[in-house]
């Protein structure tokens, strides 16, 4: 980071598993990295770029740890950092018993278990929702009983949006329940908790927002505040994400403040975190929804790079490296958005108006469209949208008209579509 100064000797970072184009960001900062590979694919980019490369699967914290502990005999490892959900969990219990820089076990079960989460902000004397941990659709009833504005089930350990379900009547509850009781998220915790178990908790309104931040030796910078849009009941599809957050005077300290107090309540320490968190219709009151241990999906971590001119990656490596910090913030635009397109579901028969839309003043790009006959399922998560488009302007207001107008412009048509 501009500014900055490093010691001798260069601090060795083993990486798990990171996509080449994030693995390119890397090159030139002052760390020495091993990258673990999953077994099989290509290999050349990460041969050409690391001090190391083996292979693991790096979901299975036992298999990561044996390699993990054959490259810190030949080098002490000294920090781990893992960037996707699934292998946050494994890179803490590796960076535990190897005695490196990485947020603990602990720490990690508290952010990926909502419940967990909510006890310990609840025994901090934070505020949380109203909920319980339902292990029959018995439960989730009596809840609902006790919340006139309908409860929200979702999986204890979900991401990406994966079995939430809004219930505002009795009448719904069964069919929200199967929703949410059969989704799967693919972890496995050692107290052998899954999926099926669910989350029931008073639904809250008002508006939803993140916070993205890095944290070094239990600092934390908050690099900016980012308003979220969803495709509403009953799943809330996040549809897209403004960068900065329009705010009302007085919300961005409520909102700031909820989330690094949450922070501090679970033991976060080390490298970036997207935390959720929902502002009340009065303005007045804000509550940790989730903590993410790690950067923001749906690319706001490039959002955060456009307007502040911060990397969030190469801000986790020297975090956890150097226990550094991101110098000023420069900024590079006023505003960046991002919208994801949700056309109807069925089979893919012609995707047009990607030119116009990358003709468009402030689009950066669009990406992930799907090709002609891929099938597009009903939109129940993250997982099932359809492309996005990525924009910046001179302020918020321009950078999310420019996403919009270019979003409509793109047109997905399937075997789906009305008759005309």
Not at 136 to 154: F, N, Y
Not at 176 to 181: L, N, V
Request: with cysteine; net charge negative; glycine share 12%.
């Amino acid at each position: 980071m501009p500014g900055q100064s490093y010691g001798a000797p260069v601090p060795h970072l083993l990486l798990i598993c990171p996509r080449h184009d994030i693995l390119g960001k890397f090159v030139g900062l002052p760390v020495a990295l091993t990258v673990v590979h999953r077994p099989g694919g290509d290999r050349k980019l990460e041969e050409s770029l690391a001090l190391a490369v083996v292979d693991a699967d790096f979901t299975d914290p036992d298999a990561l740890l044996a390699v993990a502990r054959e490259v810190h005999a030949r080098r002490p490892v000294d920090a781990v950092l893992g960037l996707t959900e699934l292998s946050l969990r494994p890179a803490s219990v590796v960076a535990e018993a190897l005695g490196a820089r990485g947020n603990p076990p602990a720490t990690l079960a508290l952010t990926q278990d909502k419940a967990a989460m909510r006890a310990r902000l609840r025994d901090r004397g934070l505020g949380t929702v109203a909920h319980r941990v339902c292990t029959g659709v018995d439960e989730a009833r009596e809840l609902l009983a006790r919340c006139p504005a309908g409860v929200i089930l979702k999986p204890v350990d979900g991401n990406g949006g994966t079995g939430v379900h809004l219930v505002r009547t009795e009448a719904e509850l069964a069919g929200a329940w199967a929703w949410t009781s059969g989704a799967r998220t693919g972890f496995a915790w050692p107290q052998g908790e899954s999926a099926s178990r669910v989350l029931a908790e008073e639904f809250l309104t008002g508006q939803e927002f993140s916070v993205e931040s890095l944290s070094a030796a239990g600092r934390h910078q908050v690099l900016a505040v980012t308003r979220k849009h969803t495709s509403g009941a009953p799943h809330f599809v996040e549809t897209g994400h403004d960068l900065p957050a329009p705010l009302p005077p007085g919300a961005y300290g409520t909102i700031v403040g909820a989330a690094l107090n949450a922070l501090d309540a679970v033991g976060y320490a080390w490298g970036p975190c997207h935390t959720e968190v929902m502002l009340a219709e009065d303005g007045e009151r804000a509550t940790v929804v989730e903590i993410n241990a790690r950067q923001g999906g749906d690319q706001i971590w490039e959002l955060v790079h456009h307007v502040t001119g911060i990397d969030m990656l190469q801000g986790a490596v020297l975090a956890l490296a150097h226990g550094a910090l991101p110098g000023p913030v420069t900024g590079h635009a006023g505003g960046a958005s991002i919208r994801y397109l949700t056309p109807r579901p069925g089979r893919v028969t012609e995707v047009t108006g990607t030119a116009e839309a990358l003709a468009m003043d402030g689009v950066i790009r669009v990406g992930e469209l799907p090709d002609v006959g891929a099938v597009l399922l009903p939109l129940g998560d993250s997982w099932n949208r359809a492309g996005h488009v990525v924009a910046a302007g001179p302020d918020p207001k321009a950078a999310a008209d420019a996403a919009d107008a270019a979003a409509a412009r793109i047109v997905v048509r399937t075997d789906q579509e009305p008759t005309r």
